[in-house]
């Protein structure tokens, strides 16, 4: 869906998609949020929300700019819990506003995909991982991990591992966002994949993979699966997770063999967002929670951005909940939902080139 959806663009950009473009999708139907049905019986948190945002009046322009952003914070980022931090300072009043939604990555994790791929094709041409000239710009502990997961080369690894490159190389790594950047630097949309293939590789990938289900036969599925998991784009939190086990596997040659350690950033997030559910409630109706040592670190952080709670930044935060809430009970985002998103950036971008 990415290269259907998505296209590249050679653009720098600081201010970015406007948010009232999304509007609709949060304003929409019989109810609040589009997003959120009531095929599960009555919605007692949803019809005060409702009735807080009722009692508002009428809302200005970026007032409801900042409905959208609680409503499209999504659990399932790999920058979430950050994303949440960053939501309540522009409840707090920060001009701000750059956020990255659905398929949306920070050039920094773009690089992560750029060296990791660099890695599997160094690997490949039998590069040393300290080669400088090689890797002159590429983070050593990305490259040295994937030499360390591949180990040393066979015929069989080698093809394994060409093809995992280019898969990982064509995956869309699109570094837009919404809203407006008033501090750090421009955004380049480009580069827009991790390497630029040569022509005819989708050729080559199915060539290595008829010569890989020769050599493995029916274990051969595992390692052909879509690089980082058909339904999990490069904003999914479990992405380069997905990788890793991939890229371990090939090392050994047995799926899920010396599965790397879980990264510290993608740990306990089922907790975290409780946690975090919880002191946003204690902001907007006064709920009381009992909280260990992180939990207060994190609820005067948090606190301390939101400001002074007025009607308008309760009715935010009880919004921002609510979606938090959602997505941890079912899936508060349909894929048709999705699509309708990311087609309206994309053709913003289109609009601007």
């Known amino acids: 869906m990415e290269h259907a959806l998505l296209s590249p663009h050679d653009v720098t950009l600081r201010s970015g ?7 609709h999708l949060v304003k929409g139907r019989q109810h609040h949020d589009a997003n959120l049905t009531n095929r599960y019986g009555s919605d007692n948190d949803l019809d005060e929300i409702n009735t807080m945002e009722k009692n508002l009046g009428p809302l200005k322009p970026e007032q409801v700019d900042a409905r959208v952003i609680a409503d499209f914070c999504c659990i399932w980022r790999y920058d979430y819990p950050m994303r949440i931090r960053e939501i309540c300072s522009i409840v707090g009043g920060r001009s701000h506003t750059a956020l990255r939604l659905h398929y949306q990555i920070c050039p920094e994790r773009r690089k992560e995909f750029i060296d990791y791929a660099s890695a599997l094709q160094g690997w490949m041409r039998d590069r040393a991982p300290d080669d400088p000239s090689y890797y002159a710009d590429a983070d050593s502990s990305t490259v040295e991990k994937v030499y360390r997961l591949l ?8 093809l394994l591992a060409e093809r995992t490159y280019l898969g990982l190389s064509m995956r869309a790594l699109n570094c837009s966002f919404w809203g407006d950047i008033t501090q750090g630097n421009d955004v380049s949309l480009a580069p827009f994949t991790a390497q630029d293939l040569q022509e005819g590789w989708p050729e080559r990938m ?3 993979e008829n010569s890989i289900r020769q050599e493995m036969g029916h274990a051969a599925g595992n390692f052909l699966c879509d690089v980082g998991g058909a339904s999990e784009p490069a904003c999914h939190f479990k992405f380069i997770r997905r990788v890793d086990i991939l890229v371990s596997s090939i090392g050994v040659l047995s799926w899920r063999g010396n599965l790397p350690p879980k990264n510290g950033a993608i740990k306990g997030r089922r907790q975290m967002t409780q946690l975090y559910m919880q002191i946003l409630e204690n902001y907007w109706n ?3 929670h009992c909280l260990d040592d992180q939990g207060r670190t994190i609820k005067e952080d948090l606190f301390s951005r939101l400001g002074e709670a007025t009607d308008f930044k309760k009715w935010l935060v009880a919004c921002l909940w609510k979606n938090i809430k959602n997505q941890t009970q079912y899936s508060a985002y349909p894929m048709k939902q999705w699509v309708e998103f990311v087609r309206i950036g994309e053709n913003y971008l289109q609009s601007i080139c």
């Open 17 to 23: 998609i406007p948010y009232h473009l999304i509007r």
């Open 151 to 158: 180990g040393e080369k066979d015929p069989l690894k080698a």
């Open 206 to 208: 199915s060539r290595l």
């Open 286 to 288: 006064g709920a009381q």
